[in-house]
């Protein structure tokens, strides 16, 4: 059942149309004018379709046409138009009406166009909340993503523009970076979600088992062979293969691989049939493109082949802007898991995770982080309860400082480092805080709390 919002000034005519669209189930509400149609909808947001006589006084159809759309725009408007007004009609439409009708009409071809306009418009909120739907789930997958500096932004839209292609991803990032969640991205929002996602760590499987692994074999094709295999190519049949650690692979097994980017089919090892393979492949390295494509031991025409979209991971140490919502993301999703009652970390401790350098990066900070709520004794992660985190380049204390408490030290360090950016930013407090990595108001509530004023 709908709610139909009929206008038209004769009142036979309305009254008609409105016992025709009640006897098929639905609600109306009728209007002598536009004037008093408008003020029905402003009072009935349940308005699905209007439909308006477009000669009226001194309101027009035209005029709720355009009233409608701004008001209301997720409200359908069908325009009834004499008979000739097909000029009319097409403006009407161009304004922003579903469809027209000419009069005279046989009501129940004004019933038919009714029910067809209302059964496209619930196929299109059907869309729309399955679109909303894709779009959480999406969301979904960057929460575990997580950051909002520049750098992360430019992987969520590289994220958003390879995902629909089935073209060779290449990730590069240093360890702990989220190359797997980066892909597990890109899946989710690929035309591939709903078929398998397969991952293989090439660097964690002993030499002589990656082939068996990744291509599967027959029996009797090795000793232990003591049955057929399917390997992670046919597992991920349709769907996605993430091959993370793709530069320890021996050449042998580059070879093989090389086959299945150019031919799209595989051999299992000790067999014969050739087996075609519908696979999107995504490959992550913890080396530097420069690093893959100068070694030895990696074959040149296969890092072409995988280079075709590649991407690099910034490292935490590079988006410390980050490190505060990575935090109070990871105290959130840990607390549970280790019956922790914290809620928040002091300004002292935050500071000490800010100025570290995290060369095992996210997942270094992570493990940091269940530490604290682990050992933390209040409902605040204090400076007490981290690691000794050795503070990023210059590491050596500023000069005149003696050691102190963590604290004490963290501090004078932290103090520092602000003079200096402060200095190369010529006193701009907005590009100092673009130097350091950290939003211009935490740049401003440090200044306060040391005292300290821009050169």
């Known amino acids: 059942m709908a709610t139909v919002l009929i206008i038209d000034d004769h009142d036979a005519m309305r009254e008609g149309l409105e016992l025709l669209l009640r006897r098929r189930g639905h609600r109306t509400l009728g209007a ?7 003020e029905l909808l402003a009072e009935h947001d349940e308005v699905e379709l209007v439909v308006a006589d477009l000669k009226m006084e ?12 701004a008001r209301s725009p997720g409200t359908d408007v069908l325009i009834i138009t004499a008979y000739g007004s097909v000029e009319i009609a097409v403006e009407a439409m161009k304004s922003g009406a579903v469809d027209f009708i000419e009069k005279p009409f046989r009501s129940e071809a004004f019933a038919a166009r009714v029910e067809s306009l209302l059964k496209a418009r619930a196929e ?3 869309l729309r909340a399955e679109c909303r739907y894709l779009r959480q789930e999406l969301d979904r997958e960057y929460g575990e993503i997580v950051g909002r ?5 430019a992987v969520y839209d590289w994220i958003t523009r390879v995902a629909p292609s089935d073209s060779t991803l290449m990730i590069y990032g240093e360890s702990g970076t989220g190359k797997e969640l980066v892909a597990r991205a890109i899946h989710a929002a690929s035309p591939r979600a709903q078929a398998p996602f397969i991952r293989v760590n090439c660097g964690a499987l002993p030499e002589g088992i990656l082939d068996s692994e990744l291509f599967g074999h027959e029996r009797g094709a090795f000793t232990g062979a003591e049955r057929r295999r399917r390997g992670r190519f046919e597992l991920a049949q349709g769907g996605s293969l993430f091959l993370d650690e ?5 050449p042998e097994t580059q070879v093989r691989l090389l086959r299945v980017l150019q031919e799209r089919e595989i051999e299992r090892v000790g067999g014969e049939e050739t087996i075609p393979v519908d696979v999107r492949i995504i490959v992550a390295t913890n080396l530097t493109p420069e690093a893959l494509r100068a070694s030895s031991e990696f074959r040149e025409d296969l890092y072409y082949r995988l280079h075709v979209v590649p991407v690099v991971l910034p490292p935490l140490r590079e988006r410390r802007g980050d490190i505060p919502l ?3 993301h990871f105290i959130e999703q840990l607390k549970s898991r280790t019956r922790s009652q914290v809620t928040g970390i002091s300004d002292e401790a935050m500071a000490a995770l800010e100025v570290y350098d995290w060369p095992g990066n996210v997942r270094e900070l992570e493990n940091v982080i269940e530490r604290a709520l682990v050992l933390a004794q209040g409902t605040v992660i204090t400076p007490a309860d981290l690691p000794a985190l050795a503070p990023a380049e210059p590491r050596s204390l500023p000069e005149g400082a003696s050691p102190g408490t963590l604290q004490e030290s963290l501090e004078a360090y932290e103090r520092e480092l602000i003079r200096r950016s402060l200095v190369q930013a ?3 407090k907005a590009e100092a805080a673009r130097l350091l990595g950290v939003p211009p108001a935490t740049l401003h509530y440090k200044l306060q709390k040391y005292g300290m004023k821009v050169p």
Do not use: F, H, K, Y
Not at 149 to 153: D, E, G, K, L, Q
């Open 58 to 69: 001194p309101v027009d159809g035209m005029q709720v046409l355009r009233e409608v759309t």
């Open 124 to 126: 299109r909120e059907r």
């Open 149 to 153: 500096s520049p750098a992360m932004r």
């Open 426 to 428: 010529r006193g701009v």
């Open 326 to 328: 990575l935090a109070s």
């Open 246 to 250: 793709i530069g320890t692979i021996r």
């Open 32 to 38: 002598r004018n536009g004037a008093e149609g408008l």
